[in-house]
């Protein structure tokens, strides 16, 4: 049972942060008004869909039908011709120098094999360099070819096959639906990192927190109220960054409020633990900065986030079990985009519980042990 006296004091300290604070008009801003700038410029920065990608064409055929083939490539919207020509050469050309990012080679006798029913054949070209787009200018392509294809191929010509497809809970394939949630536990956990650590560091650079040790807090009593106000902060930023992914971005948000709030104050519960321990091992400002980036760049990097935890070797899927940001951001996607409740994402949630608490612990006894 917390006393009152106790009590006091926290209640002291937390209302000094929130002084120290505000009294910094740049720091405020960079509290508050980042993250929203942050959120958007990943928010369209950080997409994987394809738009107008710019294509080269080898026509040979010179017919009607290759004509509406490269019409319907062209409508589509995810391919822009950029240029044509005889030569297959100009076409090797034009992607060896970055000028187009696929080519349509359509041989002669296109228009003639497509109506016999034989099957028309057409060659696509792409620059590999980026491999992520050039796998998804190919599914692009097949479809748009493949539905042409029907579409124009001699009628009574045999069964048919008529394939649908169908994705669930995105059902445009919007890459920005996946990254902006995605984006929001980054963002928290950035703020949770540097705000604990360089708050703390401060406190030993001015020399208070030689001060405040001879004062009649105790160490509880400081953790507490350094963290508090670092912990309301997390949550007013995943209420702005939420509304503006809801308003702005237009991210459907199936899944439950609540459900989502438990899961960000566990995850704030690691991020304030990691913050503290950081500024264990920093001396100054500027040690605790660089110190952040080195813990929040493998945390991104092994979160899922940019890349697949199950392309990842074994073993580094097995670190990743201890990485908070993998379980949230499972988290929060699952909330926004499939709905998912309790019994399907618990396993996450406990996961979260059990990384923060392990974290804070640790942060705490090394607090105690090292700064006061």
């Not at 060896?96 to 060659?123: F, K, M, N, T």
């Not at 650590?197 to 507490?224: D, M, N």
């Amino acid at each position: 049972m917390i006393s009152r006296e106790s009590l006091d004091r926290i209640r002291g300290m937390v209302a000094k942060e929130i002084r120290q604070m505000t009294r910094d008009p740049e720091m405020v801003r960079i509290i508050f008004v980042a993250p929203v700038i942050q959120l958007l410029i990943f928010g369209y920065a950080v997409s994987t869909d394809l738009r107008n990608g710019k294509t080269f064409v080898v026509d040979h055929d010179h017919t009607q039908a290759s004509e509406e083939l490269l019409q319907k490539v062209e409508a589509s919207g995810y391919f822009h011709i950029v240029g044509f020509s005889e030569r297959p050469a100009d076409l090797v050309h034009a992607l060896e120098s970055g000028h187009a990012l696929a080519g349509i080679q359509i041989p002669a006798g296109y228009a003639g094999d497509l109506e016999s029913g034989r099957g028309a054949q057409v060659q696509i070209l792409l620059d590999g360099t980026n491999s992520n787009t050039a796998q998804i200018a190919q599914s692009y392509l097949e479809r748009i070819i493949f539905d042409h294809a029907r579409q124009q191929s001699a009628a009574g010509a045999g069964p048919r096959v008529d394939l649908e497809e169908r994705a669930w809970y995105n059902p445009d394939l919007a890459s920005r639906n996946y990254n902006v949630p995605g984006t929001i536990g980054q963002l928290i956990l950035l703020n949770c990192l540097l705000l604990t650590a360089l708050a703390i560091v401060r406190e030993k650079e001015i020399g208070t927190l030689e001060q405040l040790r001879v004062s009649p807090l105790r160490a509880a009593e400081l953790i507490l109220g350094k963290t508090i106000p670092f912990a309301g902060i997390a949550l007013i930023n995943l209420t702005v960054v939420t509304v503006v992914a809801l308003l702005w971005f237009k991210i459907p948000l199936r899944g439950s409020v609540p459900l989502l709030l438990a899961a960000s104050i566990l995850y704030i519960l690691s991020g304030l633990g990691l913050g503290l321990l950081i500024s264990t091992f920093s001396s100054t400002q500027q040690e605790a900065f660089m110190s952040t980036f080195l813990v929040i760049m493998p945390a991104i990097l092994l979160s899922g986030f940019l890349f697949p935890v199950s392309s990842m070797p074994d073993p580094v899927q097995w670190i990743t079990i201890i990485n908070p940001v993998r379980h949230y951001i499972d988290l929060v996607r699952g909330i926004f985009l499939k709905g998912s409740g309790f019994d399907i994402l618990w396993t996450r949630l406990a996961a979260l519980a059990l990384i923060g608490l392990t974290t804070l612990s640790i942060a705490v006894l090394r607090f105690k042990r090292t700064s006061l």
